[in-house]
């Protein structure tokens, strides 16, 4: 979450109880409570997460009531306690990919979060199965057409107020408004109704990483035991809605998930992230049209004023051209003017110097230019390309592939598109867990997960998916 956002959270007063003590369950209590939660998990028929700060704290986002939350600090007058690393590199949590997995299965059907930190989306959740009650600090929609926009950067305002950019749409073309929502605005109706929905339906309500304490939000988990469901919270703190649980389990909400996946025989899935960068070319023929003016201009997908978080700086060179200076490009906008030879052709290498937060360090593009070309048009689909970057980053273990997603050529411009492979990370590593996943199930359990193929698309479609440009 951002803490531009939680700061103005904080002028108000009734926000609960704030700097409670954390409370941990003694090893072997907490080792009987994992295997009694993968049980549980494993004979649902419908669960439904419910999701809090406490889920992404291990990513390096405070929470709020914990002895070092946002609140807790400043009521003690000791301001906003700063994240380890900039939110728009934060990486989803060891319990986001869990939640990814079980929804893959088939177990887990729909995710409802307080958070605004975009990391359910970025993990690989569907839209259509996740409800973000308080907005997405990521994410414009457009008041006229409902289009969302899912942006790699933290939308500017907050409050539902109009933002800088419009709608793509070419019939709409309306002010994007922010979808974070202010402390007098009401809950959106589409994420609450579709929350309220899939409690009412849930055998299973699984609290994490909350207090309970915010309303309405909170009562959201409550419907479940109106018909017949169970509702199961793992938070460090007590909450309201303890007596109402049938299992209450005070530990790292990260260590518990991990458990339980391992005895469930789950693997969790690496985190990938992909960042999308498009290269522009404008050229107009000199006199007589033997030498051409060029402009490079390397910018975000969301428009040329729209930061690129992941790109530190970029290094352009012409190795087969000698007479060709090598240029170094440290700030945003990138930007490049040169001065070529029309009817002879050269490759451009592009270095793309990462930020801090990224997996590795660069990874080069090379880029054929050939001025003699004035149509080619190249569009892949989108979600099988990335899909091959996304294997190929897990097979190789490392970052910094590439693929070309769009491609325009026009007489005067030249339009590309490029996916890039920014972060890699996997969550088996016993450390990650710290310990618990060497627990296993007693005698009498028998834990098998079969995956279902409802898990691995999903059996519902959104009319209004969110767009990356």
Known sequence: MSLGYAEKLSYREDVGTVGMSEIFDPPDVLQQKIEELAILIQKSKHLVAFTGAGISTSCGIPDFRGPKGVWTLQRSGKGVPEASLPFHRALPSLSHMALVELERAGILKFVISQNVDSLHLRSGIPREKLAELHGNSFREICPSCGTEYLRDFEVETIGMKET???????????????????????????????????????DI???????????????????TIRSGGKIVIVNLQPTPKDKKASLVIHGLVDKVIAGAMHLLNLRIPPYIHIDFVQLSLSHSPKSKKTYVKWNLRIASIHGQRAPLPFLKSVEVSFPERPDLKTAFLHEQPFYLKRETLRKRPFKMLLTF????????????IEWPINFQVTKDNLVLEKNEVLRELRDAADKESHCGQHAVLERKVNPRSEVTIYAIVTNIRRYNDPEEANGVLEITPNSNSNFMIKRCSEGVNGSQTSQKRPKWS
Request: charged share 25%; with cysteine; glycine share 4%.
């Open 164 to 202: 800088s950019r419009r709608c793509a749409d070419t019939k709409c073309g309306a002010k994007l408004k922010d979808t974070v929502l202010d402390w007098e605005d009401a809950l959106p109706p589409k994420e609450m109704n579709s929350a309220e929905k899939h409690c009412r339906t849930a």
């Open 205 to 223: 309500v699984l609290c994490l990483g909350t207090s309970l304490q915010i309303t309405p939000a909170c009562n959201l988990p409550l419907k």
């Open 353 to 364: 110097n990462f930020s801090d937060g990224c997996s590795c360090l660069c990874t080069t």
